[in-house]
T-cell receptor
Framework: DAGITQSPRYKITETGRQVTLMCHQT?????MFWYRQDLGHGLRLIYY???????DKGEVPDGYVVSRSKTENFPLTLESATRSQTSVYFC???????????FGPGTRLTVT | DQQVKQNSPSLSVQEGRISILNCDYT??????FLWYKKYPAEGPTFLIS?????DKNEDGRFTVFLNKSAKHLSLHIVPSQPGDSAVYFC???????????FGTGTRLTVIP
């Protein structure tokens, strides 16, 4: 089906572990984004990508790594998870960075 | 520093009445504004947008008003329906920017 998917939908991991959140879109949108949603903060941008092999930091990039070898995939890696990274993570894509973005269903990550 | 602010965390409205959700911004370079709706366990979905060259945009029961001098926008939902119960995020972007800036969200509850 066309759209944007995220996996896993739920993840529990331990402090210090590496974890990768996957994002896949079928629209061939150039732009892709990773956000985290936390109470009192709304949606904050972690990283974004303008095209394959082009990525840049957002508002809260520390502790995260991204890659984009293919247009349709944009994985987010927490290299050494911390409790402060417990959050809901949303991936989004768009044809332009400043117009409508289309969001995936989210991944709820708990770091214990 | 929150550039887009939604000062009301929650709002309750009777079914059939008008819901008014407010959003303020600080960056005078913002020229495009969007509203997103989010249900629990789902990603945000685009609802309606407005360009800074307009002061009103209407789509069915949803109308967005923009007051540039006050750096304020509002979303009106008339008539409100129980299915409108969700968290609403406003977002803004500036020409040439690489991302949207989101507010912290307002939880709307429509009481049957």
């Amino acid at each position: 089906d066309a759209g944007i998917t995220q996996s896993p939908r739920y993840k529990i991991t331990e402090t210090g572990r590496q974890v990768t959140l996957m994002c896949h879109q079928t629209w061939s949108h150039s732009y892709m984004f990773w956000y985290r949603q936390d109470l009192g903060h709304g949606l904050r941008l972690i990283y974004y990508s303008a095209a394959a092999d082009i990525t840049d930091k957002g508002e809260v990039p520390d502790g995260y790594v991204v890659s984009r070898s293919k247009t349709e995939n944009f994985p987010l890696t927490l290299e050494s998870a911390t409790r402060s990274q417990t959050s809901v993570y949303f991936c989004a894509s768009s044809v332009s960075p400043t117009y409508e973005q289309y969001f995936g269903p989210g991944t709820r990550l708990t770091v214990t | 520093d929150q550039q887009v602010k939604q000062n009301s965390p929650s709002l309750s409205v009777q079914e059939g009445r008008i819901s008014i959700l407010n959003c303020d911004y600080t960056n005078s370079m913002f020229d495009y504004f969007l509203w997103y709706k989010k249900y629990p366990a789902e990603g945000p979905t685009f609802l309606i947008s407005i360009s800074s060259i307009k002061d009103k945009n209407e789509d069915g029961r949803f109308t967005v008003f923009l007051n540039k001098s006050a750096k304020h926008l509002s979303l009106h939902i008339v008539p409100s329906q129980p299915g409108d119960s969700a968290v609403y995020f406003c977002a803004a972007s500036a020409l040439g920017a690489n991302n949207l800036f989101f507010g912290t969200g307002t939880r709307l509850t429509v009481i049957p």
